[in-house]
């Protein structure tokens, strides 16, 4: 059983490169979660370093910043996973730079066609894994019951869909937690399956409201604009709006759901099953 840390604000892998080694239980100070014990398997090992937002293309690190991580994850010897988001002409530019850089290892998480496209012809070596957006499920947190999942319990068996994922040479998918999810979901022949815990992720946009309220009238609340990157310090919380007990909140352009306990308990049964090799932890 493989672990990942999923790390998207730079300033905590000082944490990881401060630790000897870095173990299933370490991995709740990188990211400042006592509860993440319970997740964990008795047979698992820190495998993976996630570095990068799979939501906003002004959260793709800088140079110096993946740098870093690159140092951070060789040192614990641990395989890099660049994560990416869908991406406007410039980040594009930005990600086969960056993927230039990586090393050999590397694995790149790409939540765009067009960017998995530009990279599986420059890069055909090279490892892509298919983002948590590619997966098309109903996650709205405010279902009533099961009966709305199964409207639309997943793209991957489709058969299109894996006809896109064949000619790109894409293996891994990387899924979240549903509501009202059974282990079966993750029962995907012919692909490896990561699971992502506690925190699944319900949609996105363009609009950073945080990243908003500093602005002038005229522009708050629009696309575009200087990002200072002020979502990687606040937390908007919701209000419980749904029927298993769920309460959604909001960071920067996004907005998330931590699982209940009969969704930590879906996590479970589907590493045990061996449905899902690997479990990626994540913080928001």
Known sequence: MEIGVAVVDPRRLKTLSAMSSVTASGLAAVL??????????????VSHLYFGSEF????????????????????????????????????????????????????????DWGVASLLRKA?????LL????LAKMTKDPRMPSAAWAKLYPGSYATPAHRRVL????????????????TP??????????????????????RICKIGSLGRDIPERFAPGGACHRECLGVIETGVEAS???????????????????????????????G??????????
């Open 130 to 133: 298919a983002g948590r957006q």
């Open 275 to 284: 449905h899902v090799t690997r479990l990626v932890l994540n913080a928001v």
């Open 166 to 181: 064949d000619r790109l040479g894409i293996r891994r998918i990387e899924l979240d937690v549903p509501p009202f999810a």
């Open 56 to 111: 906003c293309e002004h959260l793709f690190p800088e140079p110096d910043a993946l740098a870093r991580a690159i140092d951070v994850a060789d040192m614990h010897d641990l395989t890099l996973v660049l994560a990416t988001p869908a991406a406007s002409d410039g980040l594009v530019a930005r990600i086969s730079a960056a993927a230039a850089r990586l090393p050999e290892r590397a694995d790149i998480l790409v939540n």
């Open 243 to 273: 029927p298993a007990g769920l309460v959604s909140f909001a960071r920067g352009n996004s907005v998330w759901y931590r699982h209940n306990s009969a969704m930590a308990a879906v996590v479970r049964e589907a590493l045990a099953s």
């Open 184 to 205: 079966d979901l993750y029962a995907i022949d012919g692909l490896e399956v990561s699971i992502w815990a506690p925190y699944a992720y319900v949609a996105k946009g």
């Open 123 to 127: 890069y055909p070596n090279r490892r």
């Open 32 to 45: 400042r979660d006592d509860r993440l014990a319970d997740l964990i398997p008795a047979n698992a090992a």
